[in-house]
């Protein structure tokens, strides 16, 4: 069974950094990633990373946010710095066993709808970044 809790998110002030985590057990990792959806706005896929490291990122938080993984931790991470008020949203972690679902990767323009391709969801943590 495939569990994902995220945690990091709070309130900050814009420009600050913040490092959302995600604690996983999954029997085994396809491609994981990150996407967000503020009210009232649709979902956006934010970052994926697959089995190698590999990544891909949306042009909205290219430069600014990075994923990363520890495999001995068992923890997705989403370093995000640089934050604006856009960025404040719910963010929820996702994860696919499915060697398929790495396309979200292989395909970059894909990650800007991982959550379609990347079966399982955290529960979200909250993100608000104030003036």
């Known amino acids: 069974q495939v569990q994902l809790v995220e945690s990091g998110g709070g309130s900050v002030q814009a420009g600050r950094s913040l490092r959302l985590s995600c604690a996983y057990s999954?029997?085994?990792?396809?491609?994981m990633g990150w996407f967000r959806q503020a009210p009232g706005k649709e979902r956006e896929g934010l970052a994926a990373?697959?089995?190698?490291?590999?990544?891909s990122y949306a042009e909205s938080v290219k430069g600014r946010f990075t994923i990363s993984r520890d495999k001995s931790k068992n923890t997705l991470y989403l370093q995000m710095n640089g934050l604006k008020l856009e960025d404040s949203a719910q963010y929820y972690c996702?994860?696919?066993?499915?060697?398929?679902?790495?396309?979200?990767?292989?395909?970059?323009?894909?990650?800007?709808?991982?959550?379609?391709?990347?079966?399982?969801w955290g529960q979200g943590t909250l993100v608000t970044v104030s003036s």
């Open positions: 990373i697959d089995s190698e490291s590999g990544t």
């Open positions: 996702a994860a696919d066993e499915r060697p398929g679902a790495c396309i979200v990767v292989a395909i970059p323009e894909k990650v800007k709808e991982l959550y379609n391709y990347l079966e399982h």
């Open positions: 999954v029997r085994r990792v396809g491609c």
